[in-house]
């Protein structure tokens, strides 16, 4: 006859789905992930404060030597171009590279490139100057595709549960290198010249080389069967690639333009133009981990975050013009709201 009472096991097994459920409630991120993490941060950080100094006072650089403001809107243009081409290849070859391996190069050759644009004011001659601005912005958007590629690579290894999250974190970091990047372009640059802003954040990005080498992770990828280029067969797919073009462009469309209207309109120093590009950037980092977790923890709401994030972005560029269609009397302020 078995004594066992089927209560008291009853109250043994919820014991057990108890201690298992707060075990998993308070498991921590292992040093592999910590190390990952902060490595991340690092080239989302270094990485968007060398890209977003240029917008105060390159193109009053560029008017200066003779560049039309049609040719500094495609300077600006072929690095997003090479970017996205660049994006594309080495994400079909990232499994022979290496994710590790790819980063470090990027950083490398990012970091060099923006010494040698700050070099660009001792070029003679508008042709030769306009020559130099686009082959080096083109291999800076190369070594900037692989450092980010291969960084949304090791994210999806290192978090396959928790990537929404995890990304919207570290564009904090984003988010600061773009509020940063400005101002501290526009300083540097009224301060010592044109050189010192591409020299000063050329070396933080080579800094993050021996850096990264040291603390990241080695990750292992491994090469699958599906075609690439499958993934452009699905309408959501080319939906979202679509909505990403979109924001994109209109972001790229401030750097060569918004500077150079604040200049003529309003005369202010270079330092000071920074300063209005931070209602994007601060917004941006502050809306991004939240709305990261809101994706994490709600994934129905994805396609809704889409669709308000364009209409607000729509809002914010109706306004800053502002459109004739609003009939009201032009004033300068920016508006932006960043939902992805």
Known sequence: MDDTDPEADGDEHRGDHVADASAGRTQRISKNQILTLISMA???????????????????????????ESVIGLIFGCYALVNLLGSLILGKYIVQIGAKFMMISGLFVSGGCTILFGLLDKV??????????????????????????????IIANIFPNNIATVMG???????LGLVLGPPMGGFLYQS??????????GCLLLLMVPFNMLVLPSVEAFPTNDSFWRLFTHPKVVLIC???????????????????????????????????????????????????????????????????????????????????????????????????
């Open 42 to 68: 690092s080239v989302n950080f270094s990485a968007m404060i060398c890209y977003s100094i240029l917008g105060p006072f390159f193109p009053n650089e560029a008017v200066k030597k003779g560049v039309s």
């Open 124 to 153: 003679p001659g508008t042709t030769n100057f306009i020559v130099l601005c686009f082959i080096i912005r083109s291999i800076d958007a190369i070594g900037f595709a692989a450092a980010m590629t291969s960084s949304f690579a």
């Open 169 to 175: 974190s570290l564009e904090i970091f984003t988010g």
């Open 192 to 201: 010592f010249g044109y050189k010192i802003p591409f020299v000063t954040l």
């Open 242 to 340: 679509f909505i990403i073009f979109s924001i994109s462009s209109g972001l790229g469309f401030l750097d060569p333009t918004m500077s150079l209207f604040v200049l003529e309109k309003f005369n202010l120093p270079a330092g000071y133009v920074g300063l209005v590009f931070l209602g994007l950037a601060i917004s941006y980092s502050l809306s991004s981990p939240l709305l990261g977790i809101v994706s994490d923890k709600m994934p129905t709401i994805r396609k809704w975050l889409l669709v308000l994030g364009g209409f607000g972005t729509a809002i914010g560029f109706f306004l800053l013009g502002p459109a004739p269609i609003l009939q009201i009397k032009r004033l300068f302020f920016y508006i932006h709201f960043s939902a992805y």
